[in-house]
């Protein structure tokens, strides 16, 4: 099908964002939010995005007009004529099953009802939605106007066309869109747990503080951040939360919450927001602490182990039908703006190698439940 009129429902950061993604690719939108202070405040912030990026010569002025002039505020039931709408409401369940119950009775019977999901069930948001063939799952990541993912996600009804509607408009607002299957954390977030998580393991065992982590992973990994200095920029409740979330929908070792952050949150240690987390914080810059030598075997050793980690994470995802290799290695890069996918790390250090690492953890575990949370993917080891 050919999209024309695209809608948005929900005004906020993602979906003004999503709108002017959209504006820009040439599509007439509708954006929608039930609070109209929210969605004035919306549009605004769409139309200053636009102005600025003219001055920044990121699109032409005459680009920019064009995309201005291409949004269109509106009532719910402006979302009738569009041909396909992206939500991004809040991450709750009921409230985006109501939400697809009143859109596939609003819209037209061939419009494509896309969530912008990260971390709900495509399928049980559409439960409620007679046609589910025509829902699928558009996970944008934030902000979306600088972040070229996005997870296109097939819910267990729904049909190719939906899927390939939803891949044209992502490729028309100039971003990548991966194919995803309907598991817990699509592809980003369900193939990133191991990066936090072993490295509170690492952590937990006193074999490096949480500076030394953050400094072998930067310094050696190539990663932009390091887990600790990410978990409190996004909040140490926040990726809590989602580990917790994570480990509710299927309780496999490797998902486990870490004790450590749980005391933290006891503790109000919540990060930069809160001025404290695993480092301190002065009007949200973080407090430089003194650094100590660190040997190249220790960093050898933490990358080693959270990249083991990683590659054997995205294995089981592959081998579950999450999604393929390559298309996971584009996602972690694209989505989180990682130097090397998993796959591709696999392929640098060697199958054997990240077996044996895992394997050796196993070995030293002191529990059969901690030895589980090293289990080698089939795949992989298959490899070697």
Same mark, same amino acid.
């Given at each position: 099908?050919?999209?024309?009129?695209?809608?948005?429902?929900?005004?906020?950061?993602?979906?003004?964002?999503?709108? =002017?993604?959209?504006?820009?690719? $040439?599509?007439?939108?509708? +954006?929608?939010? *039930?609070?109209?202070? #929210?969605? &004035? %405040? @919306? /549009?605004?912030?769409? =139309?200053?995005?636009?102005?600025? $990026?003219?001055?920044?010569? +990121?699109?032409? *002025?005459?680009?920019? #007009?064009? &995309? %201005? @002039? /291409?949004?269109?505020?509106?009532?719910?039931?402006?979302?009738?004529?569009?041909?396909?709408?992206?939500?991004?409401?809040?991450?709750?369940?009921?409230?985006?099953?109501?939400?697809?119950?009143?859109?596939?009775?609003?819209?037209?019977?061939?419009?494509?009802?896309?969530?912008?999901?990260?971390?709900?069930?495509?399928?049980?948001?559409?439960?409620?939605?007679?046609?589910?063939?025509?829902?699928?799952?558009?996970?944008?990541?934030?902000?979306?106007?600088?972040?070229?993912?996005?997870?296109?996600?097939?819910?267990?009804?729904?049909?190719?066309?939906?899927?390939?509607?939803?891949?044209?408009?992502?490729?028309?607002?100039?971003?990548?869109?991966?194919?995803?299957?309907?598991?817990?954390?699509?592809?980003?977030?369900?193939?990133?747990?191991?990066?936090?998580?072993?490295?509170?393991?690492?952590?937990?065992?006193?074999?490096?503080?949480?500076?030394?982590?953050?400094?072998?992973?930067?310094?050696?990994?190539?990663?932009?951040?390091?887990?600790?200095?990410?978990?409190?920029?996004?909040?140490?409740?926040?990726?809590?939360?989602?580990?917790?979330?994570?480990?509710?929908?299927?309780?496999?070792?490797?998902?486990?919450?870490?004790?450590?952050?749980?005391?933290?949150?006891?503790?109000?240690?919540?990060?930069?927001?809160?001025?404290?987390?695993?480092?301190?914080?002065?009007?949200?810059?973080?407090?430089?602490?003194?650094?100590?030598?660190?040997?190249?075997?220790?960093?050898?050793?933490?990358?080693?182990?959270?990249?083991?980690?990683?590659?054997?994470?995205?294995?089981?995802?592959?081998?579950?039908?999450?999604?393929?290799?390559?298309?996971?290695?584009?996602?972690?890069?694209?989505?989180?703006?990682?130097?090397?996918?998993?796959?591709?790390?696999?392929?640098?250090?060697?199958?054997?190698?990240?077996?044996?690492?895992?394997?050796?953890?196993?070995?030293?575990?002191?529990?059969?439940?901690?030895?589980?949370?090293?289990?080698?993917?089939?795949?992989?080891?298959?490899?070697?």
């Amino acid at each position: 099908m050919t999209v024309g009129r695209l809608g948005v429902l929900g005004a906020g950061t993602m979906g003004a964002g999503i709108a =002017q993604l959209g504006c820009l690719g $040439g599509f007439d939108v509708v +954006l929608h939010d *039930p609070d109209p202070q #929210a969605l &004035a %405040s @919306g /549009a605004d912030r769409l =139309q200053a995005a636009l102005a600025k $990026g003219a001055g920044k010569g +990121l699109w032409s *002025p005459g680009d920019a #007009a064009r &995309a %201005s @002039g /291409a949004l269109e505020t509106t009532t719910f039931d402006g979302l009738a004529g569009c041909d396909l709408v992206i939500e991004a409401a809040p991450e709750d369940l009921e409230l985006k099953r109501e939400l697809f119950s009143q859109l596939a009775g609003t819209c037209g019977p061939e419009a494509v009802l896309a969530t912008n999901t990260s971390s709900i069930p495509v399928t049980e948001i559409a439960a409620r939605v007679a046609q589910p063939e025509r829902v699928c799952g558009m996970h944008f990541f934030n902000p979306p106007p600088l972040m070229k993912l996005v997870e296109v996600v097939a819910g267990e009804h729904t049909g190719e066309a939906a899927l390939d509607a939803a891949t044209d408009v992502a490729r028309a607002m100039d971003r990548e869109p991966v194919r995803a299957a309907d598991a817990p954390g699509f592809i980003v977030n369900r193939c990133n747990r191991p990066f936090a998580l072993e490295s509170l393991r690492i952590l937990d065992e006193g074999l490096a503080n949480h500076a030394e982590i953050d400094q072998a992973m930067r310094e050696m990994g190539g990663y932009r951040m390091g887990p600790f200095e990410l978990m409190d920029l996004i909040g140490v409740d926040v990726n809590l939360k989602v580990a917790q979330s994570f480990y509710a929908q299927r309780e496999v070792a490797r998902w486990e919450p870490h004790g450590i952050q749980e005391r933290m949150v006891a503790e109000g240690r919540l990060g930069r927001k809160a001025g404290r987390g695993f480092y301190e914080y002065e009007r949200g810059r973080k407090v430089v602490e003194r650094e100590q030598p660190r040997s190249d075997k220790t960093n050898q050793m933490v990358v080693e182990r959270v990249v083991s980690c990683l590659v054997n994470e995205a294995s089981f995802a592959v081998e579950e039908g999450v999604a393929e290799p390559d298309d996971v290695d584009v996602a972690m890069k694209l989505g989180l703006n990682h130097a090397r996918g998993p796959f591709e790390w696999r392929d640098e250090l060697g199958a054997s190698r990240v077996v044996a690492t895992l394997d050796t953890l196993a070995e030293r575990a002191t529990s059969r439940h901690q030895a589980d949370r090293y289990v080698v993917a089939e795949s992989l080891r298959e490899l070697v």
